[in-house]
Nanobody
Framework: VQLQASGGGLVQAGGSLRLSCAAS????????VGWFRQAPGKEREFVAQ????????VYADSVKGRFTISKDNAKNTVYLQMNSLKPEDTAVYYC???????????????WGQGTQVTVSS
């Protein structure tokens, strides 16, 4: 499976962005899809995850209530709607396919290339 992340950009604090993660060469049907982010000098951290079968979701406390993860089965695509963005949300965002309810990046098998999100104050 190859993953393609897109949708990043520059936005002012309080603004919104929607990231997309499209799969090719396979499907997400037997796994979950997570979004992670990595800021300069920091470790990659879990943001949100959606279970492909059933659509259950989990979020990091830092984004709960502001970010929403969703999926489009027909397009084999997962989205991350980010609202009320803060400067501390600035990072490279990655999508990855892996096991449900796992937040450790090293447990994920397939990764997208990352998309930069910059939130100005």
């Amino acid at each position: 499976v190859q993953l393609q992340a897109s949708g990043g950009g520059l936005v002012q604090a309080g603004g919104s962005l929607r990231l997309s993660c499209a799969a090719s060469g396979g499907t997400f049907s037997n796994s979950a899809v997570g979004w992670f982010r990595q800021a300069p000098g920091k470790e990659r951290e879990f943001v949100a995850q959606i279970k492909w079968r059933g659509g259950s979701t989990v979020y990091a406390d830092s984004v709960k209530g502001r970010f929403t993860i969703s999926k489009d089965n027909a397009k084999n695509t997962v989205y991350l709607q980010m609202n009320s963005l803060k400067p501390e949300d600035t990072a490279v965002y990655y999508c990855a396919a892996g096991p449900w309810l796992i937040r450790e990046p090293r447990r994920y098998d397939f990764w997208g290339q990352g998309t930069q999100v910059t939130v100005s104050s």
